[in-house]
């Protein structure tokens, strides 16, 4: 089994901690938060943390990425994101290569890209026992998945409050056009699930809603509705 702890969850930080029931193993995902924020959300045990996996550059992704990689911690990522980081250098960066599976502990992990404004993964993590999806930071998806037990999604906005919110001035048009190009909207979020076998799917996270731009009751309501699954809302604590 995998359990998941979420650190924070919204543009000003995202963190996660898998943890698999087989034999203890952990892994972070994204480490947006400042390095301390971690350390004591994870209460300074670092015993069985084998890995850490950044999905893209953004700074609410990679935030505390020079300490981890200081103290020597695994930190896996893209070129790119190692690039734009500034981690080329570092001894224990290991390069993610798109639809390329690898081993972090228990782990099996295998990335895939999805559409953002800079390069950027998601992941689908294995312990042998169960399969978590974790998709963050795209407008879109252009693969579907199957004998997932576990769904970490972005769900930012949606369409229909970005265009309340351009019709009272709120927010310009060109940044609703960035919003629509970069981030995951509730009306295709819904449409993601609904093109997956979700027949053993047990919950549904939905991550990084932004403030302005989301309702967790309401976008809990509607993913519900339209899955019959278990929605579990992660608001910011970053
Ligand atoms: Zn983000
Ligand atoms: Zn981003």
Redesign the pocket.
């Given at each position: 089994m995998i359990s998941v702890e979420c650190f924070g969850s919204s543009s000003l930080g995202n963190c996660y901690r898998l943890k698999s029931s087989v034999n203890g193993d952990e892994i972070l995902v994204d480490i947006g938060l400042p390095f301390k924020v971690i350390q004591r959300a994870c209460r300074y045990n670092f015993m069985h943390l084998n890995g850490i996996l950044i999905?893209?550059?953004?700074g609410?992704?990679s935030r505390s990425v020079s300490d981890w990689l200081q103290l020597g911690h695994k930190v896996y990522m893209t070129k790119d994101t190692a690039q734009a980081v500034h981690a080329l250098d570092a001894r224990t960066w290991i390069e993610i290569i798109p639809k390329k599976t690898f081993k972090v502990g228990i782990f099996t992990v295998l990335p895939f890209e999805l559409e953002?404004?800079?390069p950027?993964v998601g992941f689908l993590i294995t312990d042998g026992e169960e399969k978590l999806l974790y998709i963050?930071?795209t407008y879109y998806c252009r693969y579907t998945f199957k004998d997932v037990d576990h769904i970490l999604v972005e769900c930012n906005h949606s369409y229909e409050i970005l265009k309340n919110r351009v019709y009272d001035d709120e927010l310009s048009k060109q940044r609703m056009e960035r919003l629509v190009k970069?981030?995951f909207a509730l009306e295709n979020v819904i449409k993601f699930l609904q093109s997956m076998d979700l027949s053993k799917c047990k919950d549904i996270h939905l991550i990084h809603l932004s403030n302005e731009n989301s309702n967790e009751a309401e976008f809990k309501k509607a993913v519900q509705a339209a899955t019959g699954k278990l929605v579990i809302v992660h608001q910011e604590k970053g």
């Amino acid at each position: 089994m995998i359990s998941v702890e979420c650190f924070g969850s919204s543009s000003l930080g995202n963190c996660y901690r898998l943890k698999s029931s087989v034999n203890g193993d952990e892994i972070l995902v994204d480490i947006g938060l400042p390095f301390k924020v971690i350390q004591r959300a994870c209460r300074y045990n670092f015993m069985h943390l084998n890995g850490i996996l950044i999905t893209h550059q953004h700074g609410d992704h990679s935030r505390s990425v020079s300490d981890w990689l200081q103290l020597g911690h695994k930190v896996y990522m893209t070129k790119d994101t190692a690039q734009a980081v500034h981690a080329l250098d570092a001894r224990t960066w290991i390069e993610i290569i798109p639809k390329k599976t690898f081993k972090v502990g228990i782990f099996t992990v295998l990335p895939f890209e999805l559409e953002h404004d800079v390069p950027n993964v998601g992941f689908l993590i294995t312990d042998g026992e169960e399969k978590l999806l974790y998709i963050t930071d795209t407008y879109y998806c252009r693969y579907t998945f199957k004998d997932v037990d576990h769904i970490l999604v972005e769900c930012n906005h949606s369409y229909e409050i970005l265009k309340n919110r351009v019709y009272d001035d709120e927010l310009s048009k060109q940044r609703m056009e960035r919003l629509v190009k970069s981030h995951f909207a509730l009306e295709n979020v819904i449409k993601f699930l609904q093109s997956m076998d979700l027949s053993k799917c047990k919950d549904i996270h939905l991550i990084h809603l932004s403030n302005e731009n989301s309702n967790e009751a309401e976008f809990k309501k509607a993913v519900q509705a339209a899955t019959g699954k278990l929605v579990i809302v992660h608001q910011e604590k970053g």
